[in-house]
């Protein structure tokens, strides 16, 4: 009993400094005064420095034509289809670009007479063995097994025609595949579902957005609808990718959701947009027009409305065309802080040193 009595002294007194401890009130932490900032006041030098530093031109708002200061959209040439499917045409579109040039001359001269060709002697032969080995022409068949010189020829010709094609194809890939020039121009294209964005990295990373536009009886009123000036139904759209023509482009390819295809057929281009992943081909057009295509893999319901528009422009109507959404062409950003920078400040001399503080002991 003694012994029980004991342990309970000791278990009380070891748990009697826990709980004085839990019981005591942590002072709470003095308040810290909360330091007051005197707002800013705008001057008018604070302003005119605000202004200096923002940039130089702002995007202008475009009228209802797809009009800004100093440009205007081309018109398609409708008359002679580039550009755009012509009526009734079983042929490639009229290539304006030296690859798409090439390719055609390739189907048409080299292809196109090959396979007509062979089309016709392996008709004729199927012809003339109906009408010559058949059952009442030729009641006792012929049991001859081999034939050396028939099987030569029909092992070399073969070989002969495959080589023909193999050469003007494969040079046709490498010319495809050849990477753009140092000075190229440089266009971002991603593909959205399910429309286009241009980007200009080149001329201060501005984006366009392209939508494909609708009939006038298909929008709601103050909405823009197409025009003959803007290009076909269904492959007409609000803001063209514009491009300098006869200048080296860099067309890189990418997509924000899906994979797209950003094919032009009359300028032998088309280059697929996965997401994640930068695609690059070099382009050059080589004649000013509107150039018109479509989106070629399959991207969700709207697939068949994100149509792409290029407008291909001289180099100094291009120009003109950046300066008017806000951009600036290569150079021209180096050379304006270069020519407007200010001189350097004179180093401190005795004469205007600012006074040395004052001290008390």
């Known amino acids: 009993m003694n012994m029980l009595k004991k342990f309970l002294i000791f278990l009380a007194a070891m748990t009697m400094p826990t709980l004085a401890l839990a019981q005591t009130a942590t002072p709470a932490p003095a308040p810290v005064a909360k330091e007051v900032v005197a707002p800013v006041v705008a001057t008018p030098a604070a302003a005119a420095s605000a202004d200096a530093a923002a940039p130089a031109a702002a995007a202008a708002p475009k009228s209802m034509d797809g009009s800004l200061p100093g440009y205007t959209p081309m018109r ?98 490498a010319k495809q595949f050849k990477p753009a020039p140092a000075d190229a121009v440089t266009i971002k294209v991603t593909g959205y579902q399910w429309y286009w964005g241009y980007t200009y990295p080149d001329h201060g990373g501005f984006e366009v957005v392209s939508n494909m536009l609708k009939n006038k009886d298909e929008v709601g009123a103050g909405e823009r609808f197409r025009t003959d000036n803007d290009g076909p139904y269904q492959l007409a759209v609000d803001n063209r990718m514009v491009v300098p023509a006869g200048v080296p482009l860099r067309i890189q390819t990418t997509a924000a959701d899906v994979i797209h295809a950003f094919a032009v057929p009359s300028l032998w281009f088309k280059l697929d947009a996965v997401p994640g992943r930068l695609n690059e081909k070099a382009l050059t057009i080589t004649k000013p027009g509107v150039y018109f295509g479509q989106c070629s893999e399959l991207c969700g319901a709207r697939h068949g409305f994100m149509p792409i528009a290029v407008e291909a422009l ?5 120009a003109a065309w950046v300066k008017a959404q806000g951009g600036t062409m290569p150079g021209e950003a180096a050379a304006e802080p270069a020519a407007g920078a200010p001189a350097a400040p004179a180093a401190a001399t005795p004469t205007n040193a600012a006074p040395a503080a004052a001290v008390t002991k």
């Open 76 to 173: 398609p040439d409708y008359e002679n289809s580039v550009g755009m499917p012509k009526a009734k045409e079983i042929d490639f579109q009229e290539q304006f670009s030296e690859n798409g040039q090439y390719a055609k001359w390739i189907n048409n001269t080299v292809l196109l007479p090959i396979i007509t060709i062979i089309s016709l002697f392996v008709l004729g032969l199927l012809l003339w063995v109906i009408v010559r080995f058949n059952r009442r022409a030729n009641p006792v068949p012929s049991k001859t097994t081999h034939n050396t010189f028939i099987e030569i020829v029909w092992t070399l010709v073969p070989v002969l025609i495959l080589l023909g094609i193999a050469y003007p194809s494969l040079d046709l890939l």
């Open 314 to 318: 001289p180099p100094e109507q291009f």
